[in-house]
């Protein structure tokens, strides 16, 4: 499945674009079977209200965000041989950086994370992320570059032929082999780190989970919490939930995996 075909398909079936079509069910059912395509609507707006409430989306992320973060003792005592860092992808053209691609917001914390474990371990880091629509920098490229030039730490390798969480993996044990490495801290996202740690483990490497990025709730915010904000909250999970149903129909050990 090419990048664009995986983008396409979420937003027409995760929120809002679910909405959306199911919005269009009802206005050509509405003339046909007025009484059902009222109880529809309502259905509609009810869920819709609920998974924009940031309630729910605190609730859904922590259902994937089940690996803790790195405890002080644990960084001190790791066996890992090195960083790797997975691309979150990139702010394109942007214009207060001259109108180069740089790393996106969701990069940034990734490469910050990683730039604070390599300053406490010492370990040579990977940077891996590739050019899902062909862009002229790889995803990896960007966040070598934000490393070294503006928090002046050093990136070892590159890994920038990969589209996805899958092809991280494989893609980066290749690399890391040949170096005689296969015990590695890998830093995404905390809702990430599950299908990301299976995928690694499935390619060969042993990991550390280094996971950044919690969603964490305000606190004191009271009636905010039942107001409507952000589909995000629960899009996120659906896609981590969906993402490893789909590696694990494609490669069976990805998703089981320990």
Same mark, same amino acid.
């Given at each position: 499945?090419?990048?664009?075909?995986?983008? &396409? /398909?979420?937003?027409?079936?995760?929120? !809002?674009?679910?909405?959306? %079509?199911?919005?269009?069910? =009802?206005?050509?059912?509405? #003339?046909?079977?007025?009484?059902?395509?009222?109880?529809?609507?309502?259905?509609?707006? &009810? /869920?819709?209200?609920?998974?924009?409430? !940031?309630?729910?989306?605190? %609730?859904?992320?922590?259902? =994937?965000?089940?690996?803790? #973060?790195?405890?002080?003792?644990?960084?001190?005592?790791?066996?890992?041989?090195?960083? &790797? /860092?997975?691309?979150?992808?990139?702010? !394109?053209?942007?214009?207060?950086?001259?109108?180069?691609?740089?790393?996106?917001?969701?990069?940034?914390?990734?490469?910050?994370?990683?730039?604070?474990?390599?300053?406490?371990?010492?370990?040579?880091?990977?940077?891996?992320?590739?050019?899902?629509?062909?862009?002229?920098?790889?995803?990896?490229?960007?966040?070598?570059?934000?490393?070294?030039?503006?928090?002046?730490?050093?990136?070892?390798?590159?890994?920038?032929?990969?589209?996805?969480?899958?092809?991280?993996?494989?893609?980066?044990?290749?690399?890391?082999?040949?170096?005689?490495?296969?015990?590695?801290?890998?830093?995404?996202?905390?809702?990430?780190?599950?299908?990301?740690?299976?995928?690694?483990?499935?390619?060969?490497?042993?990991?550390?989970?280094?996971?950044?990025?919690?969603?964490?709730?305000?606190?004191?915010?009271?009636?905010?919490?039942?107001?409507?904000?952000?589909?995000?909250?629960?899009?996120?999970?659906?896609?981590?939930?969906?993402?490893?149903?789909?590696?694990?129909?494609?490669?069976?050990?990805?998703?089981?995996?320990?």
């Amino acid at each position: 499945m090419t990048p664009l075909i995986n983008h &396409v /398909i979420q937003r027409l079936l995760f929120p !809002p674009g679910i909405i959306l %079509l199911a919005l269009i069910v =009802v206005w050509w059912w509405l #003339p046909r079977s007025p009484h059902r395509a009222r109880w529809l609507l309502g259905l509609i707006i &009810v /869920i819709f209200y609920g998974i924009t409430l !940031p309630v729910v989306g605190n %609730l859904s992320m922590a259902t =994937v965000e089940s690996i803790p #973060p790195l405890t002080p003792a644990q960084i001190a005592a790791t066996q890992a041989q090195a960083i &790797v /860092i997975l691309g979150h992808g990139r702010y !394109p053209a942007a214009p207060e950086y001259d109108g180069a691609d740089t790393v996106n917001t969701g990069g940034l914390a990734r490469i910050r994370y990683g730039a604070w474990l390599h300053r406490r371990t010492g370990l040579p880091i990977l940077t891996s992320g590739g050019k899902p629509f062909q862009e002229k920098e790889s995803e990896a490229q960007l966040m070598k570059r934000a490393l070294e030039k503006e928090f002046g730490v050093p990136v070892r390798w590159t890994e920038d032929s990969s589209d996805n969480t899958l092809e991280n993996a494989r893609n980066t044990q290749k690399i890391l082999a040949a170096q005689g490495i296969d015990h590695v801290l890998l830093v995404t996202h905390g809702n990430h780190m599950v299908r990301a740690l299976q995928t690694f483990h499935q390619a060969g490497l042993k990991i550390t989970p280094a996971p950044t990025l919690f969603q964490t709730p305000t606190p004191n915010a009271g009636i905010l919490d039942w107001l409507p904000l952000s589909c995000r909250g629960v899009w996120v999970p659906l896609h981590e939930y969906v993402g490893r149903l789909w590696y694990q129909l494609r490669c069976g050990g990805c998703a089981t995996a320990s």
